[in-house]
């Protein structure tokens, strides 16, 4: 990482991250590393499935990237930035420690997060609201090993893409959108949880879970959903001025070189 960009990081008020998945094959922890090394926060929320336990159970897989992510976000809990860590169903181990701290961080199952501008918001992993993942567990588990065979798929397509000189695209997340079933899941889940902030009286709901990165009013409540780091590389973001914010991290960046460089750029999500 270049001296230049720890010098002069990206700063907000507070950066939410889900579905990172260390421990898995799928992980970009390239992407995720470069990212918390570019950006300064006062508060990083974990919003689930950062350790993915599931695929960990088919044998170890924990390159030294993955240990560079964990301290990294344990070095900024040391530096005084507030970081939560609300666990998902793929690290669903760490409910069992609801309320404990660890290395300066804190595990909770939900939080509610004010905005600057006096907004106030639901911080949730998601899974609780997935009729497949509460009631169908098997199901989920065979989806989950489907998912991680398209994503071999995917990294052999975007070693090819790079011998052509082209950008990073992402082959799963190409299918969600095309997918006439897994369109109609996104905007029942989507649907589902700002109806929960509604019953509550919140402003948002700020979710993962998904693997599909949106910001977007449905019905006067504010959905924001992190994204993920095994097909889109998305963070959401709180301004200083309480604006929120979708970062992709792969996009403008060349895949010719390595996200090391300070080359990184980030760019709004559609």
């Known amino acids: 990482m270049s001296e230049i960009r720890r010098m002069n990081p990206l700063k907000y008020r507070s950066i939410f991250i889900s579905d990172v998945h260390l421990g898995?094959?799928?992980?970009?922890?390239?992407?995720?590393?470069?990212?918390l090394r570019s950006t300064q926060c006062r508060q990083l929320y974990l919003v689930g499935d950062?350790?993915?336990?599931?695929?960990?159970?088919?044998?170890?897989?924990?390159?030294?990237?993955?240990?560079?992510?964990?301290?990294?976000?344990?070095?900024?809990?040391?530096?005084?930035?507030?970081?939560?860590?609300?666990?998902?169903?793929?690290?669903?181990?760490?409910?069992?420690?609801?309320?404990?701290?660890?290395?300066?961080?804190?595990?909770?199952?939900?939080?509610?997060?004010?905005?600057v501008d006096g907004r106030r918001f639901l911080v949730l992993h998601g899974d609780r609201f997935d009729g497949v993942v509460q009631h169908g567990k098997w199901l989920a588990h065979?989806?989950?090993?489907?998912?991680?065979?398209?994503?071999?798929?995917?990294?052999?397509?975007?070693?090819?893409?790079?011998?052509?000189?082209?950008?990073?695209?992402?082959?799963?997340?190409?299918?969600?959108?095309?997918?006439?079933?897994?369109?109609?899941?996104?905007s029942d889940f989507e649907g589902v949880l700002a109806a929960e902030a509604r019953r509550r009286s919140l402003d948002g709901m700020i979710c993962g879970h998904i693997h599909h990165a949106e910001i977007r009013d449905i019905e006067g409540v504010s959905y924001c959903?992190?994204?993920?780091?095994?097909?889109?590389?998305?963070?959401?973001?709180?301004?200083?001025?309480?604006?929120?914010?979708?970062?992709?991290?792969?996009d403008a960046v060349p895949e010719s070189i390595t996200v090391s460089e300070p080359l990184v750029a980030f760019a709004k999500a559609s």
């Open 142 to 186: 065979l989806g989950s090993h489907a998912y991680d065979a398209l994503l071999a798929l995917n990294g052999t397509v975007n070693r090819v893409r790079r011998l052509f000189g082209m950008g990073y695209w992402s082959l799963a997340g190409y299918l969600k959108q095309r997918v006439k079933n897994a369109v109609s899941y996104i």
């Open 50 to 115: 950062i350790v993915d336990l599931w695929a960990m159970k088919n044998g170890l897989y924990w390159p030294e990237q993955h240990n560079q992510v964990v301290r990294e976000i344990l070095d900024k809990a040391r530096q005084g930035v507030e970081v939560i860590y609300i666990p998902g169903n793929h690290d669903e181990l760490f409910r069992d420690h609801l309320g404990a701290e660890f290395g300066h961080v804190t595990v909770r199952d939900e939080v509610e997060h004010t905005t």
């Open 225 to 250: 959903n992190c994204g993920d780091w095994v097909e889109s590389c998305t963070a959401l973001v709180e301004h200083h001025d309480g604006r929120m914010e979708l970062l992709r991290w792969t």
């Open 24 to 35: 898995s094959r799928g992980c970009q922890a390239e992407f995720v590393l470069d990212f």
